[in-house]
């Protein structure tokens, strides 16, 4: 449903990705009111990174303590690993997507909400792709309100990393699909609706992020395929 490419779009809803330049990659608030919290637990395979307080990767551990991946120049452990992201939504601002990402995370029964599904598309230095629960491989999901349901606004935008914004197939076609930033993502903006962030300084949610962006490609499947599952939202909840 949702993957992306030109945009992110069903029957695989997708972004373009565009050439990304280091003078785009700031850091700008954007005027919200943060009110609901939410929470993902993700089990994955794959190195253990380091972050700063901005939540930028400062190391890649390497070893041989465990799995190791030979598909760069240097070799990196692969651990198993479990990490939480913490969410803040945007429900002042678009309380309708709020509610829909709210209540998705906070249903108990796999195939009916977040619980159990996985991020089916990570590619470096974009997002982090996830909430097709019912097929996982991005042309299923839906909202609380059905299948689809109408782009409330696009008051907020894509101006840093580390931002909540649904994936859509185009215009007012939202299901339970969204995206994490892990760049600016200025060319999303009246595209994709922005409803919430990883909570600012929130060190261990950011290394969660990065080190599942670790196991992505540029085509969006996982790295080391061989030894690695695609990472899973094994828990979620309110926080």
Known sequence: MFALR??????????????LSNKSRQFHASP???VQKVYFDVTWKGPKVEVDSKGTVTQVHQGDVEEQSKDRKVDYTLLEQTGRI??????????KTAKNF???CTATEKGKGYIGSKFHRVIPDFM???GDFTR??????HSIYGDKFPDENFKLKHTKPFLLSMANAGPNTNGSQFFITTIVTSWLDGKHVVFGQVPDG????YKTVRAIEVVGSGSGTTKYSKTANEPIISGCGEA
């Open 86 to 95: 913490n969410f803040e939504l945007f429900d002042e601002t678009v309380p």
């Open 202 to 205: 929130d060190v261990e949610s």
């Open 32 to 34: 919200a009111t943060m």
């Open 6 to 19: 030109p945009r992110l779009a069903p029957p695989n809803t997708f972004f373009s990705v565009p050439h």
């Open 102 to 104: 709210k209540e998705l």
């Open 136 to 141: 996982g491989n991005g042309t299923g999901g």
């Open 128 to 130: 982090l792709q996830a």
